[in-house]
């Protein structure tokens, strides 16, 4: 499968950003997705994750109750909209699929990224 990450830019603090990731293939709806995010000189670190049917979702505790993981299995594209942001979510925001958990070594596919910045 293939994963094409969109919609990341410059934005200020509490303003508001959605990340779109479109996925090739007819078996999206199989796959748990997935945001990541990787801030410059630091680890890539879980953000984000859904379960298959979108009744399950799960955050980390810094964007809990800010942001929002979302899927649309007709169109293949899982979304994370992202409120109130900070200075500190500033990273490349990677979506991911076809794993498990919250550690990126257990997905099977990633896209590109996009870039989030967010200025103070």
């Known amino acids: 499968v293939q994963l094409q990450a969109s919609g990341g830019g410059l934005v200020q603090a509490g303003g508001s950003l959605r990340l779109s990731c479109a996925a090739s293939?007819?078996?999206?709806?199989?796959?748990?997705m997935a945001w990541f995010r990787q801030a410059p000189g630091k680890e890539r670190e879980f953000v984000a994750r859904?379960?298959?049917?979108?009744?399950?979702?799960y955050y980390r505790d810094s964007v809990q109750g800010r942001f929002t993981i979302s899927r649309d299995n007709a169109k293949n594209t899982v979304y994370l909209q992202m409120n109130s942001l900070k200075p500190e979510d500033t990273a490349v925001y990677y979506c991911?699929?076809?794993?498990?958990?919250?550690?990126?070594?257990?997905?099977?596919?990633w896209g590109q990224g996009t870039q989030v910045t967010v200025s103070s």
């Open positions: 293939g007819r078996t999206f709806s199989s796959y748990t």
């Open positions: 859904i379960t298959r049917s979108g009744t399950n979702t």
């Open positions: 991911a699929a076809s794993g498990s958990g919250y550690a990126g070594y257990s997905y099977d596919y």
